[in-house]
C-alpha cells in the first residue's frame, strides 16, 4: 500500500561517522521541491547506516522529518551489498516514492545495486529535479555530451536518482528541529563473503572543495613534467586537477579528474594548463568563478568559457608563472 504522505528518502553516506555533504545539499533540494505543495503531502526523510555512536543531530538540523538509523558498527565500512541488502528490507516497509543518492564513488556503486533488486528504474548522474503536478519525480541530466537535458520519469517505485556533489546549495542549519529519529534493526548484521585483510589509509582529499585549481591536460607531455604544474598549485596553495586524457596516461590518480566522468568543481580560480576543452571536461568546471586558460591553439574550446585566456607554450608560460609568484612579482 502506498502512503499518504509521500516520501522522498536521501540516503545519508557516512564515512569514519562524518557525514557526506552532499546528503545537506539534497535535503536542500528537497526542500525546495516540495515547497510549492500542500505541507503534509511530502516529507523528506534521511537513511542512514552506521555504528550506534553516530551523531545525528546535525542531520536534524537540515531539515530531516524522519531518519531512519540502521545501527551496526559493520556499516562504518563502505560495502555494498551489505548496504544494498538493508536498504532494500527498509525500503520495503516505508515504500517511499523517491530516493535520492549521491553521486559519490560509493552513491554510484550502490545506487544500481538497490534499483535491480527493486526492480525500478534509476536516473544517474543527474544535475536538475523536479516535481510534476501527479507528484512524480523528473529527473533532468544532460545527455549526448551536454546537447540536451534529457527529462526523464520513471514509471516504477521508488523513482531513483543519482544527484552530483555540488549541484545544489545545501540546506541551511536550523536551530529548531521537528523531526524524529527512527532506530532500525539491521536485517543483516555482516557480510560473510568479504574478509578485510588489510585496511589502507585513505586519503581525504577530494577536489570539489577546492578553492584554487590548477588543472593539466595532454598539453603536459610526460609524468614529469607534472612537477611544474604541482610547483605552481604550491605557489597559489591550490590542489591539482586533471583532463581525462592525463589521468588515462597514468599521469595522476583519477581522484583529480575534472569532468563529466570525474569530480565536479567550483573554485573561486581554475587555471588549465594544456587543457583542450572538450565538453565533457568543461562539464565539470565551468561554473568555477575566473578560469585562466593557457593554451598554444587560440581556436580550443576552452577559451570560450575563459575569463582570460594566454596564447602561448604552457613549457614557457607557466615557469614564468612561478618565478613571478615565487618573487612576489604577482
Ligand atoms: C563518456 C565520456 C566521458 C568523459 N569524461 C571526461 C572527464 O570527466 N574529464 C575530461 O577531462 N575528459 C573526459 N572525457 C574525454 C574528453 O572528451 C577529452 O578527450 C579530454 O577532456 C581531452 O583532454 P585534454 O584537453 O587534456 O587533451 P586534448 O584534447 O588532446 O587537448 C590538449 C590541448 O593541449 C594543447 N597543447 C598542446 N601542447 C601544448 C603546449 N605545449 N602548450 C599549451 N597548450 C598545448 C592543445 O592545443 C590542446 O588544446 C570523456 C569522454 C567521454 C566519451
Known amino acids: 500500500m502506498i502512503n499518504d504522505v509521500k516520501k ?10 562524518k557525514i557526506h555533504k552532499v546528503t545537506y545539499e539534497l535535503l536542500g533540494k528537497a526542500a525546495e521541491l516540495i515547497a510549492s505543495f500542500p505541507e503534509g503531502q511530502f516529507e523528506k526523510d534521511v537513511i542512514v547506516l552506521g555504528s550506534d555512536q553516530l551523531n545525528l543531530d546535525e542531520i536534524l538540523h537540515h531539515g530531516a522529518d524522519k531518519i531512519y538509523h540502521i545501527a551496526a558498527n559493520s556499516f562504518d565500512m563502505p560495502d555494498e551489498w551489505l548496504y544494498k541488502e538493508n536498504i532494500c528490507e527498509l525500503l520495503k516497509q516505508i515504500q517511499p516514492e523517491m530516493l535520492l543518492v549521491g553521486a559519490t564513488t560509493f552513491g554510484r ?8 533488486a527493486l526492480e525500478t528504474g534509476l536516473t544517474a548522474d543527474c544535475t536538475e529535479l523536479m516535481i510534476d503536478t501527479d507528484g512524480k519525480l523528473i529527473q533532468i541530466r544532460p545527455a549526448f555530451s551536454d546537447n540536451i537535458l534529457a527529462h526523464i520519469k520513471t514509471e516504477t517505485l521508488p523513482q531513483m536518482a543519482t544527484i552530483r556533489y555540488k549541484e545544489f546549495a545545501p540546506a541551511e542549519w536550523t536551530d529548531e528541529v521537528n523531526g524524529e529519529i527512527i532506530k532500525v534493526d539491521a536485517y543483516v548484521k555482516g557480510n560473510e563473503l568479504i574478509e578485510i585483510l588489510e585496511e589502507l589509509e585513505e586519503s581525504e582529499f577530494d577536489i570539489s572543495d577546492a578553492h584554487i585549481v590548477i588543472s593539466a591536460g595532454k598539453g603536459i ?23 581525462r586524457a592525463i589521468v588515462d596516461e597514468g599521469y595522476i590518480d583519477k581522484s583529480h579528474q575534472v569532468g563529466y566522468s570525474g569530480n565536479r568543481v567550483k573554485p573561486s580560480l581554475y587555471i588549465a594548463c594544456g587543457v583542450s576543452g572538450a565538453p565533457q571536461h568543461l562539464a565539470g568546471m565551468k561554473e568555477s568563478d575566473v578560469i585562466v586558460a593557457i593554451n598554444s591553439d587560440a581556436s580550443a574550446p576552452i577559451f570560450e568559457v575563459s575569463d582570460y585566456g594566454i596564447v602561448g607554450d604552457v613549457y614557457k608560460v607557466v615557469p614564468m608563472l612561478i618565478e613571478r609568484l615565487r618573487s612576489k612579482e604577482i
Request: glycine share 4%; hydrophobic share 45%.
Open 8 to 17: 522522498i528518502v536521501i540516503l545519508a553516506e557516512q564515512k569514519k561517522g
Open 109 to 116: 556503486s550502490l545506487a544500481p545495486r538497490i534499483a535491480a
Open 221 to 243: 607531455k610526460s609524468k614529469e613534467d607534472m612537477k611544474m604544474i604541482y610547483e605552481l598549485a604550491e605557489c597559489l596553495k591550490a590542489d591539482v586537477g586533471a583532463s
